[in-house]
């Protein structure tokens, strides 16, 4: 690019480099309202076909967010590309059907609140609550809310999965954040709970909330060997809740028996949400 003023000046590639910015910049504008336009379709052919259905979609998130991570980034930081492109879906699922998310920040307002704003980007509203007992209610109350809380709550809660027994109760519907990795910037595990929806679900790990009369050591490797794990535990003076997350492989009966085997005697088994698989990541 020549200087105007004069052309007797060689060319100054910083400033053809800067209007090639400038050219990529208006692209992805351009393309990001092209993508509004079609959510807006999206929104009209659903109201055409009485589609009454959930707008929140953990399946495909979860399909496209492996395909984010495993793309080669370039000089962008893995986090960038994964903020981006976890705000560009939620906010165009806020513009389909508006909702907040209720987090509990009993145990910190900022970890938590980092990770909803990670997450969810600003549009979303944030409602803080005392309690995870708290967003349950919340939630279950709304027409369309999430909940937000973290995994691992003070077992002085006690079996606060209890209040997802009910099958019209909110249900977990996803475990971030989705690309675990040591050197996260929002790295604190947090279940998202929403109220029950009949598709769009990533039922890859499920999660169930298992009353036993007891618990032995044993019973985690009898967990392990199945591929689960025990998210949470809380006792009571009638035995211990559990709280298990195991492959949607592995049938109801199959851990069930797997505990009976470790004397833990299992009382029931009811499901109360599911998720993508883990996805842990080397760096």
């Known amino acids: 690019m020549s200087n105007p003023l004069n052309p007797s000046q060689p060319p100054n590639p910083l400033a053809a480099l800067r209007v090639e910015i400038d050219r990529i910049d208006a692209g992805i504008h351009a393309l990001l309202v092209e993508r509004g336009d079609v959510v807006g379709r999206v929104i ?32 962008w930081p893995i986090d960038a590309a994964e903020n981006i492109w976890r705000v560009i879906v939620a906010t165009s699922t806020y513009t389909q059907v508006p909702y907040s998310v209720h987090a509990d920040i009993a145990d910190g307002d900022t970890p938590i609140r980092e990770s909803m704003r990670f997450h969810f980007g600003f549009t979303v509203p944030f409602v803080p609550a005392a ?39 909110p249900k977990i519907i996803a475990r971030l954040p989705f690309a675990e990795r040591a050197d996260h910037p929002v790295g604190l595990p947090v279940f998202v709970i929403a109220r029950p929806q009949r598709d769009g679900l990533a039922r890859e790990t499920i999660l169930a909330s298992v009353r036993a009369e007891r618990w032995r050591p044993q019973a985690f490797e009898a967990l392990a060997a199945l591929g689960a794990e025990m998210v949470a535990s809380a006792g009571d003076a009638n035995g211990a809740n559990l709280l298990i997350a195991h492959p949607v492989e592995i049938a109801p009966a199959a851990l069930t028996d797997a505990l009976a085997q470790a004397k833990c005697a299992p009382l029931r088994y009811i499901e109360v949400g599911c998720h993508a698989n883990r996805f842990v990541m080397s760096r």
């Not at 939630?139 to 997802?164: E, H, P, Y």
Request: aromatic share 6%.
């Open 131 to 169: 309690s995870s007992t708290e967003v349950i209610a919340a939630v279950n109350a709304s027409n369309g809310d999430l909940g937000m809380f973290r995994i691992d709550q003070s077992a002085t809660l006690g079996a606060w999965w209890k209040g997802l027994e009910r099958p019209t109760a």
């Open 44 to 75: 009209e052919a659903k109201r055409a076909a009485g589609d009454t259905g959930s707008a929140f979609r953990p399946d495909r998130e979860a399909a496209l967010m492996r395909q984010i991570v495993l793309k080669s980034q370039g000089r």
